[in-house]
């Protein structure tokens, strides 16, 4: 058996974007379980904005939804609440707070140097839809990251920003994009049977073999600018 070590997987995907922290949680199973057949890959973050340039000083959740989507957010609530339950996740839209996201995506960054990009990822996810924290406040942001042993260095944003316009120019306007080895591509939140299939068919493409699933082995969504 050969490990499954070369592979990198881009997530671009916007710590305002509820699909965004659905598809992460459904694609870290899927990779637990692509790990469990003796599968290794590596999971990099990438930033994406929803709303560039949006201010950081904060204002209702709902307010913002139904200004941009208008009536059609009422229709659209509950399909995501329901699928975030599915995945154990609680979305609390009536609590969180609309924000810039630029310094989330900068702390990341800074994360993902010291090895804990995923864990404030989800951090972040975590704080902005279930417990209604204001993620463009620079205290927030200090707290959250003491929570999960980061040391803020004030760095990255050079790098965020050098990845939002690789972000543009790769034509992405939806996310959560799912981006592996700079060729293919997967959109949406998508169940975690699905995720797990295309990992074993990159698998499969490069000629490396998995061991078999275990015995026992038992609507997607993209938010868009």
């Known amino acids: 058996m050969r490990l499954f070590i070369h592979v990198k997987v881009e997530i671009f995907s916007d710590v305002a974007c509820p699909w965004c922290y659905i598809g992460q949680v459904r694609f870290a199973h899927a990779v637990e379980r692509f790990r469990a057949r003796g599968g290794e890959i590596e999971v990099i973050h990438r930033p994406f904005e929803l709303a560039p340039g949006a201010s950081t000083e904060g204002e209702p959740l709902l307010r913002a939804l139904e200004r941009k989507f208008g009536a059609g957010f009422a229709q659209m609530a509950p399909r995501v609440i329901d699928a975030a339950a599915e995945d154990g996740l609680v979305m609390n839209f009536d609590k969180a707070v609309s924000t810039g996201t630029f310094d989330a995506h900068r702390l990341i960054e800074v994360a993902a140097r010291q090895g804990l990009g995923h864990e404030m990822s989800e951090r972040l996810f975590a704080a902005?839809?279930?417990?209604?924290?204001?993620?463009?406040?620079?205290?927030?942001l200090a707290r959250l990251a003491e929570e999960i042993g980061v040391k803020d260095t004030g760095e990255g944003a050079e790098e965020v920003r050098a990845q939002?316009?690789?972000?543009?120019?790769?034509?992405?306007?939806?996310?959560?994009?799912?981006?592996?080895?700079?060729?293919?591509?997967?959109?949406g939140a998508q169940p975690e049977d699905t995720f797990l299939t295309v990992l074993e068919e990159l698998a499969e493409r490069t000629g490396q073999t998995l061991l078999p699933p275990p015995a026992d082995n038992c609507d997607d969504g993209v938010c868009a600018v």
């Open 128 to 140: 902005y839809f279930t417990e209604g924290l204001h993620v463009g406040d620079p205290e927030v």
């Open 164 to 187: 939002l316009a690789r972000a543009h120019a790769l034509g992405i306007s939806g996310v959560p994009l799912f981006l592996f080895e700079e060729k293919y591509t997967v959109s």
